[in-house]
């Protein structure tokens, strides 16, 4: 259509005791009549935030706006809405977002819904051509040796029972428990490897945005992660013991409405942060496999060489800037996860329909804590460098998420930040 059309954004003005919950798009600079614009009781909004950029003209940029608090209890509902300012994003915008005063899990999916939207919505996961070490189920790697260790009779571990039902169950993580692989060299170095017969996701179903959309979390265990490569320009660098830990914990979250089925959006962990992205710009397939009769087109999700981070497509992903930094490479290996295989850990609204996994209600480390020399690590790696790629090798890395810098096992989902909140 016509590029050059020239538009008028209104910002309406609400009585006293009303909020405005949208702008106004007129064609003509006509003030728009009071009777097209409609305002809200102020008891019935929230105030938001603007979450995405959508598009933008010199200095007149134009945002999505949600609830700024978002979560399993809270009531800001988001209803598509946005907003046009005028320079820099500025927060709170100057509109609000709509209130349920009502049930949040009123429209929430009973435990057939639940299996009928994860029947059609899991991802299919991809593992990397050359991925060592793979997913498996948390039983199998408790019954094939993996360790409780306390703190105070490291010489004494205990081999974890099935459904990790001997797990420490009070809610600290205060580093006096934790899990490693097991002690023996031979058992060790195959439990690192992974099982992905065994593999399961463990689904979290949660009420988001005042009980309008459920979030099902999707939790994926792998026994180890393993170390991390680096790309300095032109050169490919292993990284040595960086980003090496016992026990890692990666998910995937589907947003799916509860007024049309409809999925949404997915979300992507990547280490400590990850990325939310429209159903529009996601990759399909047919079903669970390559059968392009199967009526079921589910999405596909990438996972990164070594660090399992997720991704919506191949290819290289640089964690660094100017083409330096840690890569996370993804591709289309052999191994592939049907993440459609799942086990329902939570869901509060459900009640005692739903019982958690004692392994879920372990708050130490899913692995051990190791010293080691950064400096050390740093140094044999930059022999390899030019003088004057040194430094900015050395900052990017010093500025990696923290799970990619110790040899430090990670905490379960229940100690993640998007457990009891939104993704970020």
């Not at 600079?29 to 009777?35: A, C, I, L, N, Q």
């Not at 020399?373 to 460098?385: G, W, Y």
Request: with cysteine; net charge negative.
């Amino acid at each position: 259509g016509n590029q050059d059309s020239t538009l008028y954004i209104w910002l309406p003005t609400p009585p006293d005791g009303y909020k405005a919950v949208g702008q106004v798009v007129t064609k003509t600079p006509d003030k728009p009549s009071t009777e097209k614009v409609m305002c809200v009781l102020a008891n019935l909004t929230e105030q938001c935030e603007t979450a995405s950029w959508i598009w933008g003209s010199n200095d007149l940029n134009f945002y999505d706006i949600r609830p700024s608090n978002r979560g399993p209890q809270a009531p800001g509902v988001r209803i598509g809405s946005f907003v046009a300012q005028r320079g820099e994003n500025t927060n709170p915008p100057s509109i609000s977002c709509l209130k349920n005063l009502k049930s949040l899990t009123q429209i929430m999916p009973n435990e057939k819904q639940i299996e009928a939207v994860l029947q059609v919505y899991s991802p299919i996961l991809y593992l990397h051509p050359d991925e060592q070490y793979l997913p498996s189920s948390v039983n199998w790697f408790f019954s094939n040796g993996a360790l409780l260790y306390k703190k105070d009779d490291v010489s004494n571990p205990v081999p974890i029972a099935q459904n990790g039902t001997n797990l420490p169950q009070d809610p600290n993580n205060d580093g006096a428990y934790w899990i490693d692989l097991p002690a023996d060299d031979a058992n060790k170095d195959r439990v690192k490897q992974g099982n992905l017969e065994s593999a399961e996701t463990y689904v979290h179903v949660k009420p988001v945005f005042g009980g309008t959309f459920t979030d099902f979390a999707m939790w994926v265990f792998y026994p180890y992660n393993g170390p991390a490569r680096a790309k300095v320009k032109f050169i490919n660098i292993k990284l040595g013991k960086i980003g090496q830990h016992v026990g890692d914990w990666e998910h995937v979250t589907l947003r799916v409405c509860n007024l049309d089925g409809q999925l949404y959006q997915i979300y992507f962990s990547q280490h400590n942060k990850g990325q939310w992205l429209d159903s529009s710009q996601l990759e399909f397939q047919n079903g669970g496999s390559n059968d392009f009769n199967s009526p079921t087109r589910r999405p596909i999700v990438y996972a990164s060489l070594h660090g399992h981070a997720h991704y919506p497509h191949a290819g290289l992903n640089l964690l660094g800037k100017s083409g330096v930094g840690a890569r996370d490479d993804t591709d289309k290996g052999n191994n592939v996860m049907d993440m459609g295989k799942f086990v329902l850990v939570s869901a509060d609204y459900l009640g005692s329909q739903v019982i958690e996994p004692a392994w879920l209600n372990f708050f130490r480390e899913w692995g051990p804590h190791i010293d080691y020399k950064l400096d050390d690590e740093l140094k044999a790696v930059e022999k390899f460098l030019p003088g004057k790629l040194k430094d900015v090798f050395e900052n990017i890395v010093r500025g990696l998420p923290k799970e990619m810098l110790g040899e430090e096992g990670p905490n379960g989902p229940k100690e993640k930040g998007s457990w009891n909140g939104d993704e970020v």
